[in-house]
């Protein structure tokens, strides 16, 4: 498993967002503390022309799970109530699957990278498993920012909105 604890990594914003105010949201939850300045990853860019992306970033927001419950309460209480999925990964997906079980009905899936446990629950999915291997160069759980995470999100949430679709 990959080391967290980087200085770097808690510095810059808590949070940072992009994307169409209103549009069906993800919210990252990111326990590598990626986006360090004010933007969301390069590879996360493209999305935003349809899809309002928040990242949160957990060294730079100590206090993320009240983060969260603050994100998801705004979201709650938001008139329009676009479609909220959640995405995470590694050692923090035990804790966000928790957290959105309280919020059960304002989230439509959690997304989990290389989760640290079995996922056993209906509105969570993995998306994204990296492979031991002599030629696998990036530890687990995969970077957030990585494009084989973005290509597994959006995988899934096409497949969601099929689904889900009259």
Known sequence: MRDFNQPVR???PGVV???PTGAATVLVIDPAGEAPHDGIPATWRELTDRLRIVWL???AA???KSTVDKVLSM???DAIRAVLDVVTSGPMA?????????????????LLVDPEIEVDEPFAR??????????DRIPAPLPLGHP???FGVVAALNELRSTTRP
């Not at 993995?126 to 030629?135: A, E, L, N």
């Open 62 to 64: 100590p206090e993320w």
């Open 17 to 19: 967002a992009d994307g």
């Open 148 to 150: 084989d995470v973005v």
């Open 57 to 59: 970033r957990v060294p």
């Open 75 to 77: 979201h709650r209480d």
């Open 126 to 135: 993995v998306v994204v498993r990296s492979y031991d291997g002599p030629d």
């Open 94 to 110: 035990a804790d966000v699957i928790d957290l959105v079980r309280h919020h059960e009905s304002l989230v439509r899936t959690v």
């Open 10 to 12: 808690a510095t810059g």
